[in-house]
């Protein structure tokens, strides 16, 4: 691509056509389609009240829109799940603002993959990072972060001067298992015990599970589902990021074929838990869960053991399963490193946290290697 492209922003989805932004953005993703951030939205969810203010950023060549960064002002560090509040607390010991800043991700939702759409390599893209670096200097910010970004993007925006930082998931990944039967052999045999017991338990008390998928899901199946989130968001004492209507306007578009909704029942029909997931071509991803009756191990039941099932019956590559959990490890979720670049305007700070950044990567290295060694498989 030649020069002759220039970098603006645009204060909603709804401003860019909708056939341009699936034309450029990969829609495979469930997260970054139209209709999903386009949901948050309507719903209210992502507006100057909850401190994420849409701000896409595009790119246009001859007027024509050919790159798109799904892009928010922030204003405050929720709901990210790449903690930077003590970057916030240096600035304002040194009397700066941190806020407003630029966050490239999915709001409230640590899913890993590009965070800049082209369609061409952006190894290939003429200057692009002197072009937005430009522009960003322009901007009333602190800062631009691009949280959970695919390693490939990472690695060229590393090589651009932006800072580098990784963090811990937990992933599960199919080794081409037949059955689950056949994913516990590969267990050791007394972390496969461990499994069998749990699983055990939970069929012991009478529950039994649903799987629902796009149009199967009802009304009334999400109006339960709301219940369940909501009585997590309260024993969690956390935010709720999120409202019904941002799940039913899902429902209502065509993001409802990637919803698959599962959903616990006791005797007589009786539902007493569910979790949500949305599936793409290889990954299934594990979002919201929760319960209106506690029963042991049924939450590693329901999000962990039937998504595995889920996963292996329709051939999926990978489940991602949210941020933290090192009870994931013993099920076989495997510690997984995450990436996070960062743009800090103030150079003196970006050239301190960069070495902040040197010590506190070795430490997640570190920590991963250690936890492997916890994962419950054979070899």
Known sequence: M????????????????????????????????????????????????????????????????????PNYIKYHSAGEYVFDQNWANAYINLGLNYYPKF?????????NGDRIFYNKPLEDID??????????????????????????????????????????QYHWYNNNYNNFDDYLDSFK??????????????????V???IKKGDNIRIEDLHFFFECYKNTIEKKWANQYLNFDFF?????????????????????NEQIASALNFSSKDALYGRYWGCVKEIKNLHFELCYYQSIEFA???????????????????????????????WIKNEKI??????????????????????????????
């Open 189 to 206: 045999q007394k972390k496969k015990k461990n499994v069998l017991k749990e699983r055990q338990y939970v069929s012991d008390q009478g």
């Open 103 to 111: 966050l490239s991700a999915v709001p409230f939702t640590p899913i």
């Open 312 to 342: 292996i019956k329709n051939k999926l590559k990978l489940i991602e399963s949210g941020a933290q959990g090192e009870h994931k490890i013993p099920r076989g979720y495997e510690p997984t490193v995450t990436l996070s670049n960062h």
């Open 350 to 379: 970006s050239e301190a946290l960069r070495k902040v950044l040197e010590h506190e990567n070795k430490n997640v290295i570190d920590t991963i290697n250690y936890l492997k060694k916890l994962l419950p498989f054979k070899n």
């Open 248 to 268: 039913k306007y899902l429902l209502q578009s065509p993001i409802k074929d990637k919803m698959v909704l599962f959903i616990a029942y006791e005797k007589q």
């Open 127 to 168: 200057d692009f990072f002197e072009k937005l670096i430009k522009f960003l200097k322009k901007q009333n910010i602190s800062s631009h972060h691009f949280n959970f970004i695919s390693k490939s993007q990472s690695d060229i925006m590393e090589k651009s001067g932006f800072l580098t930082r990784l963090g811990l």
């Open 2 to 69: 030649n020069r002759g492209f220039e970098v603006n922003s645009v204060s909603s989805i709804s401003k860019i056509p909708k056939q341009t932004w699936e034309n450029i953005v990969d829609i495979d993703n469930p997260f970054f389609a139209y209709d999903f951030l386009f949901s948050l939205e309507k719903s209210g969810c992502t507006d100057l009240n909850t401190g994420w203010v849409p701000n896409h950023l595009i790119i246009e060549k001859k007027g024509a829109i050919i790159a798109i960064i």
């Open 208 to 210: 039994f599970f649903k």
